[in-house]
Every structure is written in C-alpha cells, then in structure tokens.
Antibody
C-alpha cells in the first residue's frame, strides 16, 4: 500500500525555521516526483514546491522561493521541506504528495502536518 | 500563472440527483504534442486530505465509483456526479498540471438538499 507520512509541524515565532519530513513507503520512492501542498484551515489548496525523482530538479511557488528548500534522501525514502524566515501567512497544514509516473497531478496524499507561525 | 476558476462555489443537490461542477482555466491546458488535457479533480471530505478522482480530464482513478466523470478540453472542464450519494458530501477541487506553478481552483462545496 502506498503511504506518505509527514512529520515536523510545530508552533513557532515569525522569522523562525522548521524542517518538515515526509516518509514514503509502498512504492519505488526514487522514481516519483514529490510535492508539498499547503492549506490554511477552511481555505483552498496551494502548491508550493516539487522535486523530481533523483533530486536534480526543484521548483517553487513565488510565495516561498528563496525561503523554503525542498530536498530528498532516496536512501531513506524521505523528502524534506526546510522552511526559513517563516511568516504568519505560512500558517497552514502542509501535505506531502506523490505524483504518478506521468503528469504532475497528485495521486497519494499524507494526512498533513500543521505549521503555526505566531508571536 | 494559470488561474483556475470553479463554479459554483457551492451547490445543494437531492440524493440521487446529478451534481455538475465547472472549472475554467485562464489558458489552455491541452498539450498538442500528446493531445492530453493536464487537468485533475480531487475530493476533500471534512478533516481529510484530498483524494484524486480524475486525471487527464476524464480518466477515473482506480477505485473511484463510476458515478464520477470528467469531461471537457482546452479551457473548460466539468466534473459530474451522476447520482449523488451521502458519502459524496465534500469540497471538490480542479487542478492544472500543464505548467508550474501548479494551481488549483477555489473549490466547490457539495451538500445534500
């Protein structure tokens, strides 16, 4: 069974840093693009970053470029999101998401991890 | 950026009746090289992560009931629930994966009338 499980969400102050982790299982991890999508509770879905199978290609939304860094360790079947210079508007549930082999839609979602940025 | 606009924002449908959700993209998501529409639909129930229903605009994901169908091409797309069931109460989102940033519609809340 394909699973992705996020961890690392926390409450922190503006300007702080946090690293989210996402462990994948049940699939050949290094084959697939992985993404982070966030959702403010009660609001819509926003894609923020992706990384290809071998980690050589990364893409970011404008809202996080230069502050967030996506990476992966295929030996550990884990993708990371390093979040720096956090702002109140980064408060959201962060989902780790897997794409299918073809096309960057999202076929497997984690349960999400909550990041709260507040003074 | 490709802007995805869904309509309506919400709708209430009687059990067993048809529900139709529209999604319009600000530019075409049809790739001429492979004739594929880079458009997906998701269902999000309260307190749960989204679930993929439809990809390539009209392909149903494995395990998704056949009362869910997707149609459209280019810039205009539709998700149809042919006979609404209680378990279909959710928010539905469209998403384009033609180009980055990958973008979602604002969501359509479906309720029982």
């Amino acid at each position: 069974e394909v699973q992705v499980v996020e961890s690392g969400g926390d409450l922190l102050q503006p300007g702080g840093s946090l690293r989210l982790s996402c462990a994948g299982s049940g699939f050949t991890f290094s084959t697939y693009w992985m993404h982070w999508v966030r959702q403010v509770p009660g609001k819509g879905l926003v894609w923020i970053s992706r990384i290809n199978g071998d980690g050589s290609i990364t893409t970011y939304a404008d809202s996080v470029r230069g502050r967030f860094t996506i990476s992966r360790d295929n030996a550990k079947n884990t993708v990371y999101l390093q979040m720096d210079s956090l702002r109140a508007e980064d408060t959201a549930v962060y989902y780790c998401v897997k794409s299918p082999v073809s096309g960057n839609c999202f076929d497997s979602w984690g349960q999400g991890t909550l990041v709260t940025v507040s003074s | 950026d490709i802007v995805m606009t869904q309509s309506p924002d919400s709708l209430a449908v009687s059990l067993g009746e048809r529900a139709t959700i529209n999604c319009k993209s600000s530019q075409s998501v049809l790739k001429s090289s492979n004739s594929r529409n880079y458009l997906a639909w998701y269902q999000q129930k309260s307190g749960q992560p989204p679930k993929l229903l439809i990809y390539w605009a009209s392909n149903r994901e494995s395990g998704v009931p056949d009362r869910f169908s997707g149609s459209g091409s280019g810039t205009d797309f539709t998700l149809t629930i042919s006979s609404l069931q209680t378990e279909d109460v959710a928010v539905y989102y469209c998403q384009q994966y033609y180009s980055t940033p990958l973008t979602f519609g604002g969501g359509t809340k479906v309720e029982i009338k």
